[in-house]
């Protein structure tokens, strides 16, 4: 017996069944025992429900485990997660063996949908609640920081030195804010910064300009990121993508924002 199970009732005088799921009139002492029993028992998993509960598995199947399972999947059960990795794509979410079920979260423009890879830190915790309609546990808070990893893309095979970057997922945007070097180079490749954490919606909404902040000249620079990607770019707001000799050994730093999805 559990708080969302059918057998639990608003109407006070409904819960008249007997015993341990109600308490009828002139019902035997022993009912009463077995009633309170069951009332503390789910109260107490009610509870532990509500308190963060960090999961296993993989980052794409999630499991959580329960000193005593929950009796079904409930429409509107709600548990408080600590996600023990970073979300891969279509992650799902497993509570006592009750079948893996797909994480959504929400956006306005989308509805809800997958949760897109990266957009659950590791550590973070988040309300999930079992939507039974469309069998699926949907993330009610989004919240979390890990690091990432900025990294060549432009194919010029430059590694990157003095590199510190972390991202910030709140609601549905994130901020990936960094700083690195780059080498000394006359590759004349379109600077493109990979790794970001969560893949740019493939929007036009989402290309979101960012400023430039370096240890040379960068008045008239944006950093722009490029949708259905997980990389960034350097722009020359007067003349268009910069280039990597344009930033032999200079360092630069600044936050990338965009939204989830």
């Not at 819960?15 to 002139?26: A, R």
């Not at 308190?51 to 980052?59: F, V």
């Not at 990936?176 to 070097?181: D, I, M, N, V, W």
Request: proline letters at 7%; a neutral charge.
């Amino acid at each position: 017996m559990d708080i969302g199970a059918s057998n639990w009732q608003e109407d006070d005088n409904s819960n008249s069944t007997p015993s341990p799921d109600g308490l009828p009139e002139g019902c035997a002492p022993s009912g009463v025992n077995n009633w309170a029993r069951a009332t503390m028992g789910a109260i107490k998993r009610w509870f532990n429900w509500s308190i963060p509960k960090t999961t296993a598995g993989t980052s794409t199947a999630y499991t959580l485990t329960y000193g005593v399972a929950p009796g079904a999947l409930v429409d509107g059960m709600t548990h408080l997660v600590q996600f023990n990795a970073t979300n891969g794509a279509a992650a799902t979410l497993n509570v006592n063996s009750l079948g893996a079920t797909p994480l959504y979260t929400y956006t306005p423009t989308v509805g809800w949908a997958a949760a897109p890879a990266g957009a659950l830190p590791a550590n973070a915790i988040s309300r999930v609640a079992y939507h039974s309609s469309s069998c699926t546990y949907r993330v009610l808070d989004l919240r979390g920081a890990n690091t990432w990893t900025p990294a060549d893309g432009s194919g010029a095979g430059l590694t990157f030195t003095s590199v510190s970057a972390f991202y910030q997922v709140i609601g549905n945007m994130v901020f990936a804010y960094f700083t690195l070097t780059f080498p000394s180079t006359s590759n004349g490749a379109n600077v493109i910064i990979s790794g970001l954490p969560v893949t740019v919606p493939n929007q036009n909404y989402a290309v979101i300009d960012s400023p430039v902040g370096a240890n040379t000249v960068s008045t008239g620079y944006t950093f722009r990121a490029v949708k259905n990607t997980a990389t960034f770019q350097i722009i020359n707001t007067s003349s268009g993508p910069s280039i990597n000799s344009a930033w032999s050994t200079a360092t630069i730093q600044g936050c990338i924002v965009y939204p989830i999805s």
